[in-house]
């Protein structure tokens, strides 16, 4: 079982900045991979990035690539999200989720484990 618990989230400005965090628990072995996903009102959960638990590798949606950064701490069992240059429709609830990826290019989906999400809410 791995447990999974953000933190972060707020009401800014448009330009603006928040670092999410994702304290994880349980194990939480070489195998995983640790996402971020957001779901806006009124839409579907969406593929922000991931992470590698191991090694650190990136996978990014349209979305989150160029104004946001992925990070780890594997000593500490964190995950991070940087948000940059936030805009007005980055408005969401940001959830983290954890899998076992065993094969190549499975790491966009299919997610076990997710925490109850931390909402950001971005202002014109």
């Known amino acids: 079982q791995v447990q999974l618990v953000e933190s972060g989230g707020g009401l800014v400005q448009a330009g603006a900045s928040l670092r999410l965090s994702c304290a994880a628990s349980g194990r939480i072995g070489i195998s995983y991979v640790m996402g971020w996903f957001r779901q806006a009102p009124g839409k579907e959960r969406e593929f922000v990035a991931a992470?590698?638990?191991?090694?650190?590798?990136?996978y990014w949606s349209d979305s989150g690539k160029g104004r946001f950064t992925i990070s780890r701490d594997n000593a500490k069992n964190m995950v991070y999200l940087q948000l940059n240059s936030l805009r007005p429709e980055d408005t969401a609830v940001y959830y983290c989720a954890a899998k076992v990826v065993s094969v190549p290019g499975q790491e966009r989906e299919g997610y076990r484990y997710w925490g109850q999400g931390t909402q950001v809410t971005v202002s014109s």
């Open positions: 992470i590698r638990w191991s090694g650190g590798s990136t």
